[in-house]
T-cell receptor, first 109, second 120 residues
Framework: SQQGEEDPQALSIQEGENATMNCSYK?????LQWYRQNSGRGLVHLIL?????REKHSGRLRVTLDTSKKSSSLLITASRAADTASYFC?????????FGQGTELSVKP | GAGVSQSPRYKVAKRGQDVALRCDPI?????LFWYQQALGQGPEFLTY????????KSGLPSDRFFAERPEGSVSTLKIQRTQQEDSAVYLC??????????????????FGPGTRLTVL
């Protein structure tokens, strides 16, 4: 069964805009990870945030984690058409990744 | 460098047929995972190996599903008497970390391209 929900299920923006995706989960975690999936490159790891961290940056990506609310958000700044993909959060519970249902992001040039 | 590879990339099976899906993890990676991804859904955990030991098979949907990793490298997921609900993409992932003190605090998994199984 899926760990939680992602919001929104689908997001369509113009190139250059920011995209924010949210993820909620149910159980305690060791860390939370974000992955991107498109038909060309499969599932690719983007960023990992540990349970004792609140915010992390990697290039144009910013991830926040609120363990009290059991939620995380992924912000992609200055989006590009190449960012078009499905984005999944996954909670890591002793090695087993439990994925959300994903947000389908479409960035229009 | 070489990533995780899976074969075949596509498999069409008739209902009732047995299938075997292969995963070649990144060389030296201790942990290997299998996931099942239905259309429009996120991947769902099936089973986990650390070296040749199958430490968690709680996600296998039925006893028709069997996985092995006899030498701690290549893994095979076998599905017996396939049914239409088995149609999905089967993803394999490997990780350099294993269980142990602090071993799973950072568990980036590297995924293969998947095998798309269609059961007619």
């Amino acid at each position: 069964s899926q760990q939680g929900e992602e919001d929104p299920q689908a997001l369509s923006i113009q190139e250059g805009e920011n995209a924010t995706m949210n993820c909620s989960y149910k159980t305690s975690i060791n860390n939370l990870q974000w992955y991107r999936q498109n038909s060309g490159r499969g599932l690719v790891h983007l960023i990992l945030i540990r349970s004792n961290e609140r915010e992390k940056h990697s290039g144009r990506l910013r991830v926040t984690l609120d363990t009290s609310k059991k939620s995380s958000s992924l912000l992609i700044t200055a989006s590009r058409a190449a960012d078009t993909a499905s984005y999944f959060c996954a909670t890591d519970s002793w090695g087993k990744l439990i994925f959300g249902q994903g947000t389908e992001l479409s960035v229009k040039p | 460098g070489a990533g995780v590879s899976q074969s075949p990339r596509y498999k069409v099976a008739k209902r009732g047929q047995d299938v075997a899906l292969r995963c070649d993890p990144i060389s030296g990676h201790v942990s290997l995972f299998w996931y099942q991804q239905a259309l429009g859904q996120g991947p769902e955990f099936l089973t986990y190996f650390q070296n040749e030991a199958q430490l968690d098979k709680s996600g296998l949907p039925s006893d028709r599903f069997f996985a092995e990793r006899p030498e701690g490298s290549v893994s095979t997921l076998k599905i017996q008497r396939t049914q239409q609900e088995d149609s999905a993409v089967y993803l394999c992932a490997s990780s350099s970390r294993g269980q142990g003190a602090g071993g799973l605090l950072r568990n980036e998994q590297f995924f293969g391209p998947g095998t798309r199984l269609t059961v007619l």
